[in-house]
């Protein structure tokens, strides 16, 4: 079945470093893929999303690109904030099953 | 429109005892979501209706698990004689008629603990 996979965490990163978590995934059909974050006491959001190969969604200064040809969708923000702290889940959406799948999610600690 | 909202937010039941969850999605969505999440793991998807019809339930949800979204407004989800296995985040999201391929929004759902 379609399924992510996602780099493990803990992410410990000071501010203003670079970010890249990486994300790649299984599907037999042609996926949509996310990137929802979780900030602390709060619910999923949707930070960005890419709906055909080599789109590239972006948001707060993150960005991926839907690249088809490795089955990747990598998270990156060149810099980083204090505030960007949470836990980062890639995920993926079939237009046939119409539910997503999530990764295990990678935490991220950003340190002033 | 204050977004997907979810009750209770913690539940602690002993082992055996029956639990509702309640969801009440953003107005005008027609598909509802519900998934389940456990320490250190991404969200696992249980089941999705669109309006009052339950269109799909996961195999990760067994006969003591039952959910219902009467009249296509809120959803309720059971958990029957609980174990201490069900003990997880509850999660509930909500789209609109493009179903998630668009967006999918979530509350902030409910914690269960069963003792």
């Known amino acids: 079945g379609d399924s992510v996979t996602q780099m493990e965490g803990p992410v410990t990163l000071s501010e203003e470093a670079c970010l890249t978590i990486?994300?790649?995934?299984?599907?037999?059909?042609?996926?949509?893929l996310f990137w929802y974050v979780q900030y602390p006491g709060e619910g999923l959001q949707l930070l960005l999303k890419?709906?055909?190969?080599?789109d590239k969604g972006s948001n707060k200064g993150f960005e991926a690109t839907y690249r088809k040809e490795t089955t990747s969708f990598h998270l990156e923000k060149g810099s980083v904030q204090v505030s960007d702290s949470a836990v980062y889940f890639c995920?993926?959406?079939?237009?046939?099953?119409?539910?997503?799948?999530f990764g295990k999610g990678t935490r991220l600690h950003i340190l002033p | 429109d204050t977004g997907v909202s979810q009750n209770p937010r913690h539940k602690i039941t002993k082992r055996g005892q029956n639990v509702t969850f309640r969801c009440d999605p953003i107005?005008?969505?027609?598909?509802l979501y519900w998934y389940r999440q456990t320490l250190g793991q991404g969200p696992e998807f249980l089941t999705y209706?669109?309006?009052?019809?339950?269109?799909?339930k996961s195999r990760l949800l067994s006969d003591r698990f039952s959910a219902e979204r009467p009249k296509g407004s809120f959803s309720t989800l059971e958990i029957q004689r609980t174990e201490q296995g069900d003990s997880a985040m509850y999660l509930c999201?909500?789209?609109?008629?493009?179903?998630?391929?668009?967006?999918?929004?979530f509350g902030q759902g409910t914690r269960l603990t069963v003792v």
């Open positions: 209706f669109q309006n009052e019809a339950q269109l799909e």
């Open positions: 999201a909500s789209s609109p008629r493009g179903g998630m391929n668009t967006e999918a929004f």
């Open positions: 990486n994300c790649t995934y299984t599907a037999t059909g042609y996926p949509s």
């Open positions: 107005s005008e969505h027609n598909r």
């Open positions: 890419a709906t055909k190969a080599d």
């Open positions: 995920a993926l959406s079939d237009s046939r099953d119409d539910k997503i799948i």
